[in-house]
């Protein structure tokens, strides 16, 4: 993995990977190295995890909420709320979720 966190649920990790060129998020099985999936549409991508549920924040500011399993990424929403580059992990705080690009920050109720 070479840009942002990575994220593990049992054997597996889930994260972007890429550096110039095409930035693929990917899962991929720890005790073998053996890639699962790729994914073009998340582009250097940081997750939170809350519950069985993904948090993604892309370098677009595009935040998406999904499921992460080794048969892929299920989105279930999707929508940009930052406008510049966004390279910093969505955190979560009680029931606020916070997200940052270079010029600016956004709290989320999540209730």
């Known amino acids: 993995m070479h840009h942002s966190n990575v994220v593990r649920i049992g054997d597996y990790i889930y994260g972007a990977n890429g550096d110039f060129g095409a930035t693929l998020f990917l899962c991929a099985n720890i005790r073998t190295g053996e890639i699962l999936w790729r994914e073009r549409a998340m ?41 510049n580059l966004a390279w910093t992990p969505p955190s979560i705080a009680g029931t606020r979720l916070f997200l940052r690009d270079r010029k600016s920050m956004a709290a989320l109720n999540l209730q």
């Open 43 to 83: 582009v250097r991508a940081n997750t939170l995890m809350v519950g069985d549920r993904a948090i993604l924040l892309d370098e677009e500011g595009t935040l998406t909420l999904g499921r992460l399993s080794p048969k892929g990424l299920e989105i279930q929403s999707q929508f940009r709320i930052l406008e």
